[in-house]
Structures are given as structure tokens and as C-alpha cells.
């Protein structure tokens, strides 16, 4: 069973959002840290099938 297994990649369209600051991202946090700020778990998710 393992071996059929497939790999499932995540990721994001986008992620410089200025109005994310404070919502999504710490407002402590520096805009040259957001992007590796996407690594944290994310607390919900959407899922788009086109």
C-alpha cells in the first residue's frame, strides 16, 4: 500500500499582501520575513479544483 502512495505539495499564490499584516502575519513581524514566515503551519486552509 505504501508504494502507490503519491506526494502532495502545497503552496501559495501569493503572499505580499499588505493587508495581511496584522491579520495573517504578526504586525511585529518585518515585511523581508513574511516569506519565510509561510513555512508556520497554517491555521486554515482552501483548496481550489479548476
Known sequence: ???S??????GT???VY???K???YPSEL???RWLPD?????????SRTA
Do not use: N, V
Request: aromatic share 10%; charged share 25%; proline share 10%.
Open 30 to 32: 518585518p515585511a523581508s
Open 1 to 3: 500500500m505504501l508504494g
Open 38 to 46: 509561510m513555512r508556520r503551519p497554517p491555521e486554515t486552509e482552501e
Open 22 to 24: 496584522g491579520l495573517f
Open 5 to 10: 502512495m503519491r506526494a502532495i505539495h502545497l
Open 13 to 15: 499564490s501569493g503572499y
Open 18 to 20: 499588505k493587508h495581511w
